[in-house]
């Protein structure tokens, strides 16, 4: 007797509805992920200090977007780079009068562990997101951009296109350093 044949019904059927959702989750990430060059998704949604924000407040500005969680190693390695970044191009200027927002969007389960963070490594700028998801996919910011793990950054133009997706830091600071208006 089969291995399958000795499942019974029940378990048969769970099984085939996990493969169908793996493999229907596999191709909305593939066709749901936008790419270089794409319009990035729009969205609205509210700061930690209280404030709404929506990305087209940011329009006219480079913008690094930056998922994260203070539940992630990876992510905690990467915070000293992003604070660097801020501190290199908070007073640069790139053409056309561009600055440079940075927006994080941490992916939370609950509490205040994000604070501790955003205290420990010194994330000043204004635009801080907190979202509160048991699963990275249950954020529709997240779902929007195709992030399915953490940390995922982009770069955004100022006409509201992807630049980079799903990029390094050093390849989002090489860009930067190749369009900054030098004086």
């Not at 780079?81 to 600055?99: D, M, P, R």
């Not at 940390?151 to 990029?167: A, C, E, M, Q």
């Not at 830091?169 to 900054?180: G, P, R, S, V």
Request: aromatic share 16%; net charge positive.
């Amino acid at each position: 007797m089969t291995f399958y044949k000795i499942l019974n019904r029940k378990f048969q059927t769970v099984f085939f509805f996990i493969c169908l959702t793996s493999i229907l989750g596999v191709l909305y990430y593939l066709f749901n992920n936008p790419s270089n060059g794409e319009k990035a998704p729009d969205f609205t949604t509210e700061l930690v200090n209280g404030n709404n924000y929506s990305l087209p407040n940011s329009k006219g500005n480079y913008v690094i977007l930056y998922f994260w969680g203070s539940w992630c190693g990876p992510c905690l390695r990467n915070a000293p780079k992003l604070v660097q970044l801020n501190e290199k191009y908070k007073s640069k200027t790139f053409g056309l009068e561009s600055k440079l927002d940075i927006i994080t969007i941490a992916l939370e389960k609950k509490g205040e562990k994000w604070k501790k963070v955003v205290d420990k490594f010194g994330f000043k700028w204004e635009y801080q997101i907190v979202q509160y998801h048991n699963l990275v996919l249950s954020s529709s910011i997240a779902n929007n951009y195709g992030v399915f793990n953490i940390p995922s950054t982009f770069l955004i133009d100022p006409t509201g296109n992807i630049v980079l997706s799903k990029t390094s830091f050093l390849e989002i600071e090489q860009y930067l350093d190749k369009i900054i208006i030098k004086l």
